[in-house]
T-cell receptor, first 113, second 113 residues
Framework: GENVEQHPSTLSVQEGDSAVIKCTYSDSASNYFPWYKQELGKRPQLIIDIRSNVGEKKDQRIAVTLNKTAKHFSLHITETQPEDSAVYFC????????????FGKGITLSVRP | NAGVTQTPKFQVLKTGQSMTLQCAQDMNHEYMSWYRQDPGMGLRLIHYSVGAGITDQGEVPNGYNVSRSTTEDFPLRLLSAAPSQTSVYFCASCRGGWNTEAFFGQGTRLTVV
């Protein structure tokens, strides 16, 4: 089955700096790659996603890039703010029977004021 | 729309007790799933369903049962609680497959003593 890995497990940045969080996946059939943000004590919520027919997608301060050859995708957050502090999960799935949504272990981002 | 609703929010069980975690969604989503979240382990899939009457096992199904008699409800049953099942449980639903946005419930924090 699919294996999604995130490294490192924690990341600390200064407010205003950029943050990059990377994930790798194992199943070449995967074609959908979402990112979820979980604030402390809250439920995970989708912040951005990308499909395999696209190399990059942006939404204001966040962007996601996908490298299908290397099987990795990254979340980019620019001009970080304290409210960006949270756990970020990447995930992967594919279209079709027996598909599941597989999550990475999450990375805790801390933005220092 | 209430979205995905989980009950209870908190529960303490004694080892060997059984209980059912409730999950209901009012978005007419076909796909529903249960995850457990443990520190450093991310979101691990327990069971999932692609429609009423259809369920399947995820990554960590042992000790849990599910059923899907209606589109709206997807309860998770702990047959004989063990301390290893102490975790935060999230129910999620997707509209048209795992390659679409997953909506999470608010979570159930379960402690088994």
């Amino acid at each position: 089955g699919e294996n999604v890995e995130q490294h490192p497990s924690t990341l600390s940045v200064q407010e205003g700096d950029s943050a990059v969080i990377k994930c790798t996946y194992s199943d070449s059939a995967s074609n959908y790659f979402p990112w979820y943000k979980q604030e402390l004590g809250k439920r995970p919520q989708l912040i951005i996603d990308i499909r395999s027919n696209v190399g990059e997608k942006k939404d204001q301060r966040i962007a996601v890039t996908l490298n299908k050859t290397a099987k990795h995708f990254s979340l980019h957050i620019t001009e970080t703010q304290p409210e960006d502090s949270a756990v970020y999960f990447c995930a992967a799935s594919y279209t079709g029977a027996n598909s599941k949504l597989t999550f990475g272990k999450g990375i805790t981002l801390s933005v220092r004021p | 729309n209430a979205g995905v609703t989980q009950t209870p929010k908190f529960q303490v069980l004694k080892t060997g007790q059984s209980m059912t975690l409730q999950c209901a969604q009012d978005m007419n989503h076909e796909y529903m799933s249960w995850y457990r979240q443990d520190p450093g382990m991310g979101l691990r899939l327990i069971h999932y369903s692609v429609g009423a009457g259809i369920t399947d096992q995820g990554e960590v199904p042992n000790g849990y049962n599910v059923s899907r008699s209606t589109t709206e409800d997807f309860p998770l049953r702990l047959l004989s609680a063990a301390p290893s099942q102490t975790s935060v449980y999230f129910c999620a639903s997707c509209r048209g497959g795992w390659n679409t946005e997953a909506f999470f419930g608010q979570g159930t924090r379960l402690t088994v003593v």
